[in-house]
């Protein structure tokens, strides 16, 4: 393996990288005498260090495939020869070699550069990612493409350990190997999560094949074979495949890949000379890669889970707000569930650090289910777990329930069973943009019969609906956002609310907000200034039909509020109701606006959509003003 500089604290200073500042783009690098990439990926190494600590991001995965990036790019004609990124976590270094050295200090801010590969961003971004293990698809789509035009360039998918968990990967995988597609696939093995399933294959095969029974067969074998030189090689060819059958490549194999591998991820001049000849190949190739999430940071490959992303480095401690994250209140809230509920079971699609179930898997671990990235599975489990008798409480972030969404009215709806999801990063999640934010899962959700769909306003409110969740009998959801709340004090007794009812939190005139979840404390604010009522409405299905109607009756504008899509949102269904009712009522739906939300800290983009307290103001006089004006032309 190459020598590397191992870093023990990030760079506060940008350094000096000569070579790597006369890399604007792939064409230059692959001017380079491959003697000098050593010399390239410690610079590209020291200058990613020092960028991300200025910024924050995305961390651990850049710095393992570092060598690779440099290696692709080397060997490929990139943008040509497509290069597609699956998940996105660890393209940081490829925006570093594809013109973007300069604009590092801008990810994930508003009007940056995004956290993933992006193709409005640049076109060596091939395919735009954040979710995980459509790398294989994309990238057989574009062999496909150039089959069809007659084109010699390639396609190459650089997939993880952990993405290569969900079926979506496998399913392309099979679908390559039968077309014998003209495709390369990398699989990243970083030991998060492939290698220990592997590793427990191997090491049953090690102990059969060192086992005194195989080996005493093998030997009586060849005494009986030994005057017989053919049947002797014939047998000698059979130990063999057999040994090649449990060898890691034996499954890529049976999909129609050449298997190549694995080999040391962090080897340049290796990873060159391999690439090099895989790129003269014909068919589907698949090369095995073994690499160390966090390489060169000597923190981040102790610890590759904690430096997965890292915030900012501040010159001093900066003031943190104090009280619990949502997923902190989640996870607290799960514990002590599982500790009066023995019926109650644990799930995450991957997420155990997100959603913080660490402290449940340690206290329950025959009651906690990391499925890997496999959300489909995830949700169907929980049916299956919800079918003989247990509880289970699915922890997913918003945006990944999409992926789960067949499953969710299949197994869960349709059957009406006894479900609870627990949905994280509801709404807008700040810097890692539109793939990842939760942005959909109102419209989504409230349109499924049987749900039940609660939208907490607080900390203390989301307890107290995951806790009337716990004790709904039927498929039902909690939603919340990433981060901290208004930090409401937690009533320490727990009791189920009233299922579809809502309460009132001010009492004013002319203008009655609805507010659905955690947008009460600016929908407050706001209502200081207009003298309004505004009510937490708590449950988006069902609604409180008799609160809307009250104050419909007692008010000459409702506005509803969420952090959800407008379309087919909570307004939505609060339109759908006075319609159904025959109630002449003017109507401010406030929402997420139809369009992707970029990247920028969550304040910025709320502000920008209208929904922090000035916003919401604004647009509320807007309409009061418009409604006004209708009045006077009408007594004209």
């Known amino acids: 393996m190459q020598d590397i500089y191992t870093f023990k604290e990030i760079p506060t200073q940008r350094p000096n990288t000569p070579l790597l500042d006369r890399i604007d783009d792939p064409g230059q690098l692959r001017e380079l005498p491959s003697e000098q990439l050593p010399q390239l990926a410690r610079e590209l190494r020291a200058f990613l260090l020092w960028t991300v600590g200025q910024t924050g991001g995305h961390f651990g995965a850049g710095l393992g495939v570092l060598e690779l990036t440099v290696a692709l790019h080397y060997v490929f004609h990139t943008p040509d020869?497509?290069?597609?990124?699956?998940?996105?976590?660890?393209?940081?270094?490829?925006?570093?070699?594809?013109?973007?050295?300069?604009?590092?200090?801008?990810?994930?801010?508003?009007?940056?550069?995004?956290?993933?590969?992006?193709?409005?961003?640049?076109?060596?971004?091939?395919?735009?990612?954040?979710?995980?293990?459509?790398?294989?698809s994309a990238a057989l789509g574009m062999a496909i493409a150039a089959r069809m035009q007659g084109s010699e360039r390639r396609s190459i998918a650089v997939i993880g350990d952990g993405a290569m968990t969900a079926g979506m990967a496998f399913e392309a995988l099979n679908h390559a190997g039968h077309l014998k597609a003209n495709m390369l696939v990398i699989l990243n093995d970083n030991d998060m999560s492939i290698s220990r399933n592997v590793g427990g294959l191997s090491n049953y095969f090690a102990r059969l094949l060192t086992s005194r029974t195989y080996n005493q067969v093998r030997d009586?074998?060849?005494?009986?074979?030994?005057?017989?030189?053919?049947?002797?090689?014939?047998?000698?060819?059979?130990?063999?495949?057999?040994?090649g059958m449990i060898a890691p490549g034996t499954l890529f194999e049976e999909l129609g890949f050449n298997y190549i591998g694995p080999i040391d991820g962090h080897d340049l001049p290796l990873l060159v000379d391999t690439l090099e000849n895989l790129r003269q190949l014909e068919g589907p190739q698949f090369l095995h890669v073994v690499t160390t999430k966090g390489k060169g940071f000597a923190p981040a490959e102790a610890d590759p889970i904690g430096y997965h992303a890292i915030n900012k480095i501040e010159p001093s401690p900066a003031a943190s707000r104090s009280g619990p994250k949502y997923a902190n209140v989640f996870g607290q809230w799960l514990v002590d569930a599982a500790r009066e509920d023995e019926r109650v079971v644990g799930i995450t699609p991957a997420m155990c650090e997100g959603?913080?179930?660490?402290?449940?898997?340690?206290?329950?671990p025959d009651r906690y289910f990391d499925v890997a990235i496999a959300e489909q599975h995830a949700v169907t489990l929980a049916a299956g777990l919800a079918c003989d008798g247990a509880k289970p409480v699915?922890?997913?972030?918003?945006?990944?329930?999409?992926?789960?969404?067949?499953?969710?009215?299949?197994?869960?709806?349709?059957?009406?069973?006894?479900?609870l999801f627990a949905i994280d990063r509801a709404g807008l999640v700040g810097e890692d943009g539109p793939t990842h934010a939760?942005?959909?899962?109102?419209?989504?959700?409230?349109?499924?019969?049987?749900m039940v769909v609660m939208a907490p306003s607080d900390e203390n409110e989301t307890r107290q609906l995951l806790h009337t969740g716990l004790h709904y009998h039927g498929p039902a959801a909690v939603r919340y956002p990433r981060g901290t709340g208004p930090g409401a004090v937690q009533e320490p007794t727990l009791a189920p609310l009233p299922i579809g009812k809502g309460r009132v939190v001010r009492e004013g005139r002319s203008v009655a907000?609805?507010?659905?979840?955690?947008?009460?404390?600016?929908?407050?604010?706001?209502?200081?200034?207009?003298?309004?009522?505004?009510?937490?409405?708590?449950?988006i299905k069902p609604l409180d039909e008799a609160l809307i109607l009250a104050l419909a009756e007692r008010h000459d504008l409702l506005v509803t509020l969420e952090e959800n899509v407008v379309a087919g949102g909570a307004g939505s269904a609060?339109?759908?109701?006075?319609?159904?009712?025959?109630?002449?009522?003017?109507?401010?739906?406030?929402?997420?606006?139809?369009?992707?939300?970029?990247?920028?800290?969550?304040?910025?983009?709320?502000?920008?959509?209208?929904?922090?307290?000035?916003?919401?103001?604004?647009?509320?006089?807007?309409?009061?003003?418009?409604l006004q004006g209708r009045d006077l032309k009408a007594v004209r």
Not at 439 to 448: G, K
Request: proline letters at 4%.
């Open 220 to 243: 009586s074998s060849k005494r009986v074979l030994q005057g017989t030189p053919q049947l002797m090689a014939l047998a000698k060819k059979t130990e063999e495949h057999f040994k």
């Open 574 to 626: 609060v339109a759908e109701l006075l319609n159904e009712r025959e109630v002449s009522q003017p109507l401010l739906q406030l929402g997420l606006p139809d369009q992707f939300i970029d990247q920028g800290k969550p304040a910025e983009l709320l502000s920008a959509c209208g929904l922090d307290a000035d916003g919401i103001l604004k647009r509320v006089q807007a309409r009061l003003e418009r």
């Open 81 to 136: 020869d497509r290069l597609v990124w699956d998940v996105g976590h660890q393209a940081y270094p490829h925006k570093i070699l594809t013109g973007r050295r300069e604009r590092m200090g801008s990810i994930r801010r508003k009007d940056g550069l995004a956290g993933f590969p992006k193709r409005a961003e640049s076109e060596y971004d091939t395919f735009g990612v954040g979710h995980s293990s459509t790398s294989i």
């Open 513 to 539: 907000i609805l507010s659905f979840g955690t947008l009460l404390a600016p929908a407050l604010k706001a209502a200081e200034a207009l003298d309004a009522t505004v009510a937490d409405m708590r449950f």
């Open 355 to 364: 959603s913080d179930l660490l402290a449940f898997s340690r206290e329950f």
């Open 394 to 419: 699915v922890a997913i972030y918003s945006t990944f329930l999409q992926r789960g969404y067949d499953q969710l009215i299949h197994d869960v709806a349709i059957q009406n069973l006894d479900v």
């Open 438 to 450: 939760g942005a959909f899962d109102i419209s989504y959700l409230r349109c499924i019969p049987n």
